[in-house]
């Protein structure tokens, strides 16, 4: 599977015979001086030649220990990557000449914010990207765009890193030589002709969903030229069971959006709305404006009832733990039971959760929403969506628009079927990894051989683009023009950032290549296509009004009145029968599907609830593996279906019982430095026809080992105090509940008079009741103070570097924990324990409570780290940033220092986030405004858990919050005095549940 | 002197000599000198300094690697900040106690015992504290910055932070090294005369001359040499308390449970006594042996320090006892759940070994049989010095593992740079003792002539 490792060859070389007498006859027959550094060089052997093309000598990365040689090799990708590998790119271009006429808002060392979009799996997230001198940076949310309101999640804020990937696909090949876009343009040219000759017989263009209205309208367009041609999506992460439910129930494909600030109760099945749904980041918002137990109102109440923990289930009140298969019997008893579909109900292990939630639905008519999860099969969709009509929601907390996707015109199994039989001679893969992707069963890699002609667009030269005769490296998203909808529906006009680093291409211009116009760019193409559609009426003022505000106003899916279909229920089917085991698949929470295998940012974030780093487990409940006598880190056989993958065991509290969980996007062979090796691969045991879950799998020990990198082992709080939390009925009778734990040290206990702070008094306040765990801050604080990746042998030793982390804390039973997250950064403590312990003041407090790092005089005792309390120093045990690869320059926000090798790191409160403001506020003679300095972990939290501000101006946000009866500081017995404290979390239970 | 001293019918007498009978003040001085001047180069000499500067070599290699690649070639991690640099550093630090103890404050009280085995218990002290200088500059992320945390005048216009621990550290590690050289050095000074005088070799009076400083004898010379050896004895004494009293600062300043505790000065004094003494018993019982200095280093010695382990070993015992017991009076939570990570977390054998080494071995001490068993006297020294290091293990990294909030807990192991570099640190005490034992001599010539009795040491001149 893995490829012949280059790096080994060379010592071969050092070691193959010499034939000193051919070296000889050969020196004494050169013309000319001769210069040799050694007899190799002379013998000229392949394997010298191979030694001095290598840049790195083996061994070198040896020195530190040997488990960690191949694994820093592979890190180097993305944080570490090789100087050399650039050299042939469009690097940041090192102009000596100044503008002698600057361009407009262009100022040197100020950033500037571009509107744009993100797309993933189809879906797009409005952001605004932050640029310096022409380098993007930073993603924020775009405040404005419905489905981000200015936060964003974590794949979005990697998408930098993925821009300045050096392993990204830097040219067009042609059978694996280096060719170019004119070649391909040429020989596109040429296919044409033959394409229209014969009518396009035989030409398939395989898709991932596509959103984009001027992508669809480009392929619609040329399969009209191409009657014969045919047009496949292939979404590895996809939505069909979505659309597919909601035919079911009402009689054409639709596609749900759920109103959550308009619901009182919601139930999902299965739905993880805050994590992998399109509309997550939103969802998340309108849940967290529904939280507030002070709210006159009252709070929200969410039930989730799911196989495998995600941090929708982590944010619920209620959540029940139940396998993949089991759901859609327990959505047909809650039907039943709310009388939406005809007896007799189900059997359900879990009755009593039925009659309370139901109840509980029946009291909220109109103002409560039931959510399926596109992991469940299409009945679940049917009847929970019956439900909704039946309580009044749809149109009130549900509507229900046209699906995003644009429709293809043939599935994926019968275009591998066609590939089979021969009967496709051009396939064009327009974006997508399809032979990584497809499950196995599909035999996706046979059926592609018989295919005469394969072209592929890809970002990276990955396993399809090694069997393509033409690979054309794509253009990131950040450099590319085009458009994509939201969750909602809403266009967004992607612009490009910077101009295509390696010169890529879009998936709108190779169609366009196609259809006879090798020479339109993407904008131009995006242009026309709006263009068309406004009936030639868009004015450039309104074009760029729709591209600075980054979307295009009403252009949201409009809702749809539907009735249900009337005998909706019958077709259905009955519910599956379960046998054994569940194996669950699903798109991992940081390299999705795969295509972010090779983002070091995402493969060291640990998973929202797992705290798993690098690696993807197969997840089974504590029941499973005490029953199978199987430990954390068991390398098990995992079969199902006659085929077999191997994976190392993670065993997760409130897991379902007998639901084992294995999460796609790993087992990469060709994905670059970072991606290849990393995991085991899912799809080598995943079907088609059901792609998310199957019965009958089987777990088998191996007797191996496989060490999994967690950066948190540890679940409970020990009866400690950490997370405080109550239930709302408490919170009523006693407000300041978590005000009351603990013994705090009287502030007048010291002998010194307290410092007295005449400015700006910075503080934070978390609020726990919002924080849904999502990651996003830690990975924004990552893009934004240059934080470097470490690899997974350092994150086994526990050495990782984010300057935010997530604990993540289980609490009650093993089977069905309640799971609390809470964010920890450095809590800027008024009396801080690591100021006084450093021994050259490199660690100190400002006259505005920030507790500062002074890295140039750091000298790296690492006193501070240990001394202090809440352990969010982090130390740079070898030279982790990489201060080599040219193509990560780029990447580096130049307000924040890259740190080396042997020196203290920490949150800073973004403190170059405060100095730009405190400018701003100077230039103009005033005063800091409250909500002028936004933190990166502020900025990007979808449910505005954090607030940061002045604490000596009242009416800043964080100081009211300060001020709430659920604010606690964390080991405030210390007498540490912290300046970031957090709002107690309140769980709104349903009594009719507690009572058990 | 060709008596076998471990015959039970020699050692009826209760009260033991500290030198056994029959020496003259020539026989002492020739008996001593000769190891360094006369006598041939012992194989086993050969043998056992070239095995330790081995091991010296495997720490320069560790080192270098150190400052190539990165102080993360050692095991220490978040949150576990300091592991075997710092055990090891208190270790050292700990051992060089017994010397400056036997040969300033035994001094003070008149023990004239310590004569024998000050000299080379000094050196021990010396020596250890070498090693020990090491870590605090090699621990550090950056050690070619290490000198910032001395104050001195510069441009960065800072000083260093005189609230931090390591600050007092850098204070009394270094007094305590200048000291230890100064006492040593000055100590010496007549035997280098003496080895001058009876050198026959260019080289060797050359050399010894050098190191003697124009040493005559005379009167006078005597009357300032008694003076400066007071003075010196008495700045020393206060260091043998000082400085483990400082060191064992860097850990109760901190907040950590497990570290933030009155007891630690007296405990971390007594701790390094024990340990001490338990170096010179380790070190001195095998050297008689290989010089014959059984006259000289007799069984009372052996005896008194044995005393002195049990003693201090007792302290010690206490201060566990009195720290499970605050963790349970205190009530603090993470006090006590800092004890019952102890006693059964995942590092619960190295406690319970800890115990035993540093508790229950010791207490044979009790009888003097054992005490007069110089087998089981060397045993016992080596299991205290292998508890000493336990007990550093268990205040730093097993404190650090699990603190406040158990999300962030984790585990220290060391990697094989961490052993590289401390059995390095072996390797180069071996090697200074060797040295010192073949230039220097190991036992204090003139001295010893003062416990002679005067009739025998006359009588035989």
């Known amino acids: 599977m893995s490829e012949p490792n280059q790096i080994d060859a060379p010592a071969e070389a050092i070691s193959a015979p010499l034939d000193l007498e051919a070296l000889r006859t050969r020196l004494s027959s050169a013309q000319g001086p001769q210069f040799w550094r050694s007899l190799e060089e002379i013998a000229g052997t392949p394997q010298f030649q191979a030694f001095v093309e290598n840049e790195f000598t083996p061994g070198t990365s040896e020195w530190s220990d040997p488990v960690s040689r191949r694994r820093l090799l592979e890190l180097l990708g993305a944080s570490l990557g090789l100087a050399g590998l650039t050299a042939c790119t469009r690097q940041p271009a090192e102009k000596i000449v100044p503008y002698v006429k600057a361009p407009e808002e262009f100022i040197p060392g100020k950033p500037v914010y571009y509107a744009t979009a993100i797309p993933v799996s189809g879906y797009a997230d409005g952001v605004l990207v932050e640029s310096h001198m022409g380098r993007p940076t930073k993603v924020e949310g775009n405040p404005e765009h419905p489905s ?126 805050f994590g992998a749904d399109p509309g997550a980041v939103r969802y998340a918002r309108d849940f967290a404006a529904m939280r507030k137990p002070e709210a006159s109102g009252g709070m929200n109440r969410l039930y989730v009832v799911e196989p495998t923990p995600s941090i929708t289930g982590g944010a619920a009140d209620h959540r029940l733990a139940l396998e993949s298969c089991e759901v859609e019997s327990f959505a047909r008893a809650l039907a039943v039971e709310l009388g939406v579909m005809a007896g007799p109900a189900p059997e359900v292990s879990h009755p009593r959760w039925i009659k309370a939630i139901a109840a509980d639905l029946s009291k909220h008519k109109g103002a409560c929403v039931v959510a399926a999860g596109q992991f469940q099969v299409p009945a679940v969709h049917a009847v929970v969506h019956a439900i909704n009509a039946g309580l009044g929601n749809a149109g009130n907390t549900a509507i229900y628009t046209e699906p995003l996707e644009a429709t293809a015109s043939q599935t994926l199994p019968d275009l591998v079927e066609e590939m089979r039989t021969s009967q496709v001679s051009t396939l064009l893969m327009l974006g997508g990894n399809p032979l990584y992707q497809v499950p196995a069963d599909l035999e996706f890699t046979e059926a592609l051989r018989k295919v005469r002609m394969r072209i592929h667009l890809g970002a990276y030269d990955d396993e399809t683009s090694a069997v393509c005769h033409w690979h054309i490296n794509e253009a990131h998203g950040l450099e590319s023009w085009g458009d994509a909808r939201a969750y909602d529906g809403t266009v967004t006009i992607q612009q490009p950032l910077i101009a295509p680093l390696y010169g890529g291409k879009t998936a709108l211009e190779v169609v366009a290549a196609l259809a006879g116009r090798p020479g339109a760019t993407a904008h131009d193409l995006v242009r026309e296509y709006w263009q068309a559609q406004n009936k030639g009426m868009l004015t450039e003022d309104v074009w760029r009004k729709q591209l600075h505000d980054g979307f295009v106003p009403g252009s949201a899916l409009a809702a749809q009145a539907v009735p249900l279909a009337k005998d909706w229920a019958a077709g259905l089917g009955s519910p599956a029968k379960t046998e054994g085991l569940e194996l669950n698949f699903r798109p991992d929470a940081n390299v999705h599907d795969g295509r972010f295998a090779n983002n070091g940012w995402l493969q060291e974030l640990p998973r929202p609830i797992t705290k798993l780093t690098w690696d993807n487990a197969v997840q089974v409940s504590p029941e499973t593996a005490a029953k199978l006598g199987i430990r954390n880190e068991d390398v098990v056989e995992l079969r199902h279906g006659g085929r077999t993958v191997h994976g190392p065991v993670w065993i997760v509290p409130g897991q379902a019982a007998n639901s084992i969980t294995v999460h796609l996007g790993y087992g990469r062979w060709r994905g670059g430095r970072v991606a290849t090796g990393a995991g085991f691969n899912a799809n080598l045991i995943r079907t088609s026809g059901t792609p998310w879950h199957v019965t009958g799998a089987q777990l088998a020990k191996t007797g191996a080992r496989h060490a999994l990198a967690c950066t948190q082992d540890h679940h409970s709080m020990e009866g400690r105090e950490l997370v405080r939390i109550a239930g709302l009925e408490k919170y009523r009778k ?75 804390y289980f609490e009650g039973s093993l089977d069905a924990p309640e ?27 400002s006259e505005e409570g920030l507790n500062q790092m002074t890295y140039n005089r750091c000298v790296g005792t690492r006193y501070c780290a240990n001394n202090c309390p809440y352990k969010v120093r982090r130390f740079n045990f070898f030279l982790y940033d990489d201060w080599e690869s040219k193509s990560l320059h780029g990447l580096r926000n130049p307000d924040v220092t890259v740190r080396s090798r042997g020196v203290m790191e920490k949150c800073t409160y973004c403190v170059q986030r405060i100095n730009a403001a405190r400018i701003e506020a100077e230039q103009e003679d005033r005063k800091i405004r409250d909500g002028e300095v936004v933190t990166a972990c502020q900025a990007v939290c979808p449910t505005q858990a954090i607030a940061f501000g002045d604490l000596n101006d009242p009416v800043s946000r964080v100081a009211k919050l300060k001020k709430d009866s659920r604010n606690y500081g964390l080991l405030t017995e210390l007498n540490t005095r912290p300046r970031t404290t957090y709002l107690a979390k309140v769980r709104n239970a349903n009594p009719e549940l507690e009572k058990a | 002197m060709e008596h076998d001293e471990q015959q039970p019918s020699k050692a009826v007498d209760t009260e033991y000599e500290v030198i056994e009978p029959g020496h003259s003040y020539r026989s002492v001085t020739d008996h001593i000198s000769a190891i360094v001047l006369t006598r041939k180069t012992p194989k086993t000499w050969l043998i056992g300094f070239g095995v330790s500067f081995m091991v010296l070599s495997l720490l320069l290699m560790s080192l270098g690697g150190l400052l190539v690649k990165g102080i993360g070639l050692w095991g220490v991690n978040q949150p576990v900040g300091w592991g075997f640099d710092i055990i090891n550093f208190v270790w050292w630090i700990g051992i060089g106690h017994a010397g400056t103890l036997i040969s300033a404050i035994l001094l003070l009280l008149r023990q004239d015992w310590r004569t024998s085995i000050n000299r080379f218990a000094e050196a021990m002290t010396l020596f250890a504290v070498a090693c020990a200088g090491i870590y605090p500059v090699f621990h550090t992320g950056r050690p070619w910055l290490a000198y910032w945390l001395f104050p001195y ?45 009876r050198a026959r070799a260019k080289g060797a009076k050359i050399f010894y001359g050098m190191l003697a400083m124009g040493w005559r004898g005379s009167a006078r010379h005597w009357a300032r040499y008694e003076t400066a050896s007071l003075l010196l004895a008495g700045l020393a004494t206060p260091l043998v308390i000082s400085v483990h009293t400082v060191v064992s600062f860097d850990f109760a300043v901190g907040i950590i449970p497990g570290w933030h505790a009155t007891i630690f000065p007296p405990y971390f004094v007594a701790g390094a006594i024990f340990a001490g003494f338990a170096m010179v018993l380790t070190l001195s019982i095998p050297l008689r042996v290989f010089y014959k200095l059984e006259d000289f280093i007799t069984n009372r010695h052996l005896d008194n320090m044995a005393k002195v382990m049990l003693a201090t070993g007792l302290i010690v015992g206490y201060g566990y006892m009195m720290e499970t017991f605050m963790a349970w009076y205190s009530g603090n939570p993470y006090e006590s759940f800092l004890m019952k990570n102890r006693f059964s977390g995942p590092y619960m054998w190295f406690y319970w070994a800890l115990i035993t080494c540093n508790v229950l071995a010791p207490q044979i001490l009790w009888w003097r049989r054992f005490r007069r068993n110089v087998t089981m006297l060397f045993v016992v020294s080596i299991i205290v010095s292998i508890g000493m290091w336990l007990e550093r293990f268990i205040i730093i990294p097993v404190s650090l593992h699990r603190d406040f909030l158990p999300s962030s807990w984790g585990m220290y192991w060391p990697t094989s740079w961490d052993w590289m570099t401390f059995i390095g640190t072996l390797g180069l005490f071996a090697s200074l003792m060797f040295i010192f034992l073949r230039l220097l001599p190991m036992i204090s010539i003139f001295e010893m002539r003062t416990i002679v009795p005067p009739a025998e040491g006359r009588s035989k001149e």
């Open chain 1, 819 to 845: 799971i609390h997250h809470q964010p920890l950064t450095c809590m800027h403590c008024e009396n801080a324990p690591c100021e006084v312990v450093c021994p050259v003041a490199a660690t100190t407090h």
């Open chain 2, 153 to 197: 005048p510069n441009t960065m216009g800072t000083w260093p932070q005189v609230l931090s621990p390591l600050v007092w550290d850098v204070f009394a590690v270094s007094t305590y090294a200048t000291v230890s050289a100064l006492f040593w050095y000055v100590g010496m000074i007549p035997d280098l005369a003496t080895l001058r005088d």
């Open chain 1, 148 to 273: 981000s309101l200015g936060a964003t999640d974590v794949l979005r804020q990697a998408a930098v890193l993925g821009l300045y990937d050096p392993d990204r696909s830097q040219v067009v090949t042609r059978e694996g030589r280096v060719s170019s876009w004119m070649s391909f343009a040429a020989a596109a040219g040429t296919l044409r002709e033959s394409l229209l000759s014969s009518k396009g017989y035989g030409f398939r263009i395989l898709t991932e969903a596509v959103t984009s209205p001027s992508l669809a309208a480009a392929i619609r367009n040329l399969l009209a030229e191409l009657p014969g041609a045919k047009w496949c999506q292939f979404e590895p992460v996809s939505r069909a069971n979505v659309t597919e439910g909601l035919r079911l129930a009402f009689g054409r494909p639709l596609q749900p959006v759920y109103k959550l600030d308009q619901a009182k109760v919601i139930v999902s099945l299965d739905a993880d709305l």
């Open chain 1, 734 to 808: 006693e407000p300041d509940f978590a005000q009351h734990v603990g013994h705090g040290p009287v502030k007048e206990m010291s002998l010194f008079p307290e410092f007295k702070y005449e400015g700006y008094s910075w503080g934070m306040a978390i609020d726990l009741n919002a924080c849904t765990g999502c990651n996003a801050c830690t990975i924004a604080c990552q893009a934004e103070n240059n934080i470097a990746v470490v690899g997974k042998s350092e994150v086994l030793r526990g050495r990782d570097m984010h300057w935010i982390r997530i604990d993540r």
